[in-house]
């Protein structure tokens, strides 16, 4: 899936730097209070001055601004959206686990996380549309033998320019995979069944077992092969797995905090550094053949169907309505989960 040139080794330590670097800064941002604000509050804030000052400099025609490589790679609607929907995620999430002010003890807020994950996922969901959209409308490129675009795509595949200087493959496998990532939103359930965990080390999620954990990861490695063929070794497999192996192995709950905790820490890391996945000897290029996108969106859309009805058959057989109310109580990963909640009395929302 990957194309990948005599360095292979130096680009797998490459995976391996981010991997173990979103591992390690998810543990300091979940651990520490102070922690996480430098990442979610001082680290943005730095960022968007960054940014701001290379927007200022493109408007005025500076040279330095315009050859910036993060205006030439990360210049799109989609980087800047789900940089800051992912640290809006992190601050509301740390709120609730912290119980900051009213609204981290606030009842109403627990389908915070629901909502801001809701968003995300439509982010990606609203890209999967844009590049079918180049496809019906018949905007786009036809990869030929021989040409520059062999790199991106397979020859006959139907390909589009982004304003990112990157060809997309666009098809019907846009689609299947945008549909996925819908349903998936509602594959969340217990909408308001969030909580602090003991010591304050966690924001825990316990109807958030691996069955929708599985079909989230499918959807999304999906949307990266799709959208971001220069950046799914990366984002579509390191990022994926970080927080998956977290919650695996010694955060169980706590999967939606690890997700957004680096999620956001990557986004920010690839909007100022993005010379690292796109100039340098890390670099990889997914070849997107149209054959082989068409059967992992089918498999998206198809394991996140199977994940809807699962959820519908759990809420049918224990009689409650799946966004209301847990429909995982009983099963291991809820157990594990419900356990590392901190003293329900203790918990302002749910004696309010």
């Not at 640290?87 to 981290?104: D, E, N, R, S």
């Not at 958030?208 to 063929?229: E, S």
Request: aromatic share 16%; hydrophobic share 50%; glycine share 8%.
């Amino acid at each position: 899936m990957f194309l990948f040139n005599a360095t292979t080794p130096i680009q797998w330590v490459g995976w391996a730097l981010v991997f173990v670097g979103l591992i390690v800064s998810n543990e300091i941002e979940r651990r520490s209070k102070v922690g996480g604000l430098i990442f979610f509050v001082g680290l943005p804030l730095a960022m968007t001055v960054y940014c701001v000052a290379i927007g200022v400099g493109v408007a005025q025609g500076a040279e330095w601004a315009l050859t910036n490589p993060t205006h030439i790679y990360q210049n799109g609607w989609f980087h800047y959206a789900k940089v800051y929907a992912a640290l809006t995620g992190c601050i509301g999430f740390m709120a609730i686990k912290y119980k900051w002010g009213k609204l981290g003890k606030a009842r109403w807020f627990r389908a915070f996380p629901f909502v801001i994950v809701a968003i995300n996922i439509l982010i990606a969901v609203v890209s999967d549309f844009e590049s079918y959209a180049h496809f019906i409308s018949g905007d786009y490129t036809i990869v030929t033998a021989g040409s520059e675009l062999e790199q991106y795509a397979a020859v006959g595949a139907p390909v589009w320019l982004t304003s990112e200087g990157v060809w997309q493959l666009c098809g019907v496998n846009n689609l299947c995979n945008g549909i996925a990532g819908l349903i998936n939103i509602f594959c969340m359930t217990a909408w308001w069944s969030v909580y602090a965990g003991k010591n304050e080390e966690d924001m825990l999620w316990p109807d958030m077992t691996w069955v929708y954990v599985v079909a989230y990861d499918i959807w999304n490695f999906c949307y990266t092969y799709n959208c971001l063929p220069t950046h799914s070794f990366f984002c579509g497999f390191a990022l994926l797995l970080a927080p998956t192996v977290a919650n695996a192995l010694w955060n169980k709950g706590g999967w939606i905090q690890n997700r957004a905790n680096t999620l956001a820490t990557w986004c920010m890391f690839a909007q100022v550094f993005p010379w690292f996945q796109e100039e340098s000897m890390f670099r990889t290029v997914s070849l997107q053949n149209p054959t082989v996108t068409n059967a992992v969106s089918f498999a998206a859309l198809g394991v996140n169907i199977a994940a809807i009805a699962y959820i519908a058959y759990r809420a049918k057989k224990l009689g409650v309505n799946p966004y209301k109310s847990d429909v995982f109580v009983g099963t291991r990963d809820w157990e594990q989960a419900t356990a590392r909640r901190e003293d329900a009395s203790l918990d302002p929302a749910l004696n309010a």
